[in-house]
């Protein structure tokens, strides 16, 4: 299968006073094309950092990381750019819409600055987009008219709108009630269903247990992995089990 990211081991540090501190220590990680993959660990462990740092939206002290061929490093600013906005997706905890754009034109904002594609095309896909995650009838709210979960699910049509190779969540669900993170996880289990890799750092182990492949990160290294089969629907508590018990058995 091919690996659309290939991160070898990257060191991110920062310093406090005269000591110096690796946030990631050393990681090594592949991600292959549609995988769906998540990211557990306490606070301070480095789940986000490595996001960012496989994403390219944040600097490596050293190491490498490779994206679908290429090498991060060797790219400038506008190249790194380029990539983010036509092959990756991101959706964070808190949505980042602007206040005085509407729904749809938040979504399509980022789009426009592919000059291939038409505003008629680009706006298109987001009304597709947004019927398929069922809030359509929102285009013209702004975005203090909508929920929390309303809000979210705009933020992975934006995410969606370029056709990405791989969507990164950095706690998609974490300021979500349990029914509209349940909702949300639904829409991004079916995103990777059609063939779009997805990465998850997340707390919540109801979340993780619903991906392939948890990566469990403790001090700035995988301290472990564990593999499962795609979520059938109907085998939740025994997965969470399992993760639970394999964060026991590796003590975080």
Do not use: W, Y
């Amino acid at each position: 299968m091919k690996k659309i990211i290939i991160a070898e081991n990257i060191v991110k540090s920062f310093r406090v006073g005269n000591e110096k501190h690796n946030v990631l220590d050393g990681v090594s990680v592949e991600i292959n094309d549609g995988e769906f993959v998540s990211v557990m660990g306490p606070s301070g462990s480095g789940k986000s950092t490595l996001m960012f740092s496989m994403s390219g939206m944040d600097g490596i002290d050293d190491g490498m990381v490779s994206f679908d061929g290429r090498n991060l490093a060797e790219l400038n600013e506008k190249e790194l750019a380029d990539i983010r906005r036509t092959k990756m997706g991101f959706v964070f905890q808190q949505p980042t819409l602007l206040k005085n754009l509407n729904i749809l034109d938040n979504i399509i904002l980022p789009s426009m600055r592919d000059n291939r594609k038409s505003a008629a095309n680009i706006t298109e896909k987001a009304r597709a987009l947004m019927k398929k995650v069922g809030i359509a009838e929102l285009e013209n709210r702004d975005i203090t008219q909508v929920s929390g979960g309303q809000l979210q699910r705009a933020g992975i049509c934006r995410a969606l709108i370029s056709n990405p190779k791989i969507i990164f969540g950095d706690e998609p669900t974490g300021a979500l009630n349990s029914k509209s993170a349940q909702e949300i996880m639904d829409i991004i289990a079916e995103i990777n269903k059609e063939g779009t890799a997805v990465i998850l750092v997340t707390h919540d182990v109801k979340i993780a247990a619903r991906t392939e492949r948890i990566m469990f990160m403790r001090d700035g290294k995988i301290a472990s992995e564990m593999q499962f089969e795609k979520f059938s629907g109907t085998d939740i508590d025994d997965r969470m089990k399992k993760v639970t018990e394999k964060m026991r058995d590796i003590g975080i």
